[in-house]
């Protein structure tokens, strides 16, 4: 996609584009050019970003325990627990765009603790 250049007053501290026709999961940049009033010109490029604008399929966590049902689906050396963390399956979960594989969490009961694992 490219657009037309526009040109805006020296004065403007922000801008937003209207009407851009941006298409989910492609990556975009935008590129700046600033000119004085001797014509002296330098330009920057943003990194890339990616449009998102489909909602993920929400799933459920699960943790393997002596009740839970054998239903083949619990991903290998995850849903357990140690004094040190508790490793939880997020079964259902998927993203097209967003590339999340998992997520690792810890429970205490202080900020950053790990008392409540067990």
Same mark, same amino acid.
């Given at each position: 996609?490219?657009?037309? !250049?526009?040109?805006?007053?020296? &004065?403007?501290?922000?801008?937003?584009?209207?009407?851009?026709?941006?298409?989910?999961?492609?990556?975009?940049?935008?590129?700046?050019?600033?000119?004085?009033?001797?014509?002296?010109?330098?330009?920057?490029?943003?990194?890339?970003?990616?449009?998102? #604008? #489909?909602?993920?399929? !929400?799933?459920?966590?699960?943790?393997?325990?002596?009740?839970?049902?054998?239903?083949?689906?619990? !991903?290998?050396?995850?849903?357990?627990?140690?004094?040190?963390?508790?490793?939880?399956?997020?079964?259902?979960?998927?993203?097209?765009?967003?590339?999340?594989?998992?997520?690792?969490?810890?429970?205490?009961?202080?900020? &950053?603790?790990?008392?409540?694992?067990?």
């Amino acid at each position: 996609m490219s657009l037309s !250049p526009s040109q805006i007053g020296g &004065m403007v501290r922000d801008y937003t584009f209207v009407g851009l026709d941006l298409h989910d999961g492609s990556l975009y940049c935008v590129t700046v050019v600033v000119c004085n009033g001797a014509k002296l010109c330098t330009s920057a490029m943003s990194l890339r970003f990616l449009v998102d #604008s #489909s909602p993920p399929s !929400p799933g459920m966590f699960a943790i393997d325990t002596d009740h839970a049902a054998n239903l083949q689906r619990q !991903p290998e050396d995850w849903m357990k627990w140690s004094i040190y963390n508790v490793d939880l399956a997020w079964l259902g979960f998927s993203d097209l765009h967003s590339g999340i594989k998992f997520y690792k969490i810890n429970i205490g009961s202080t900020y &950053m603790g790990s008392d409540l694992n067990r």
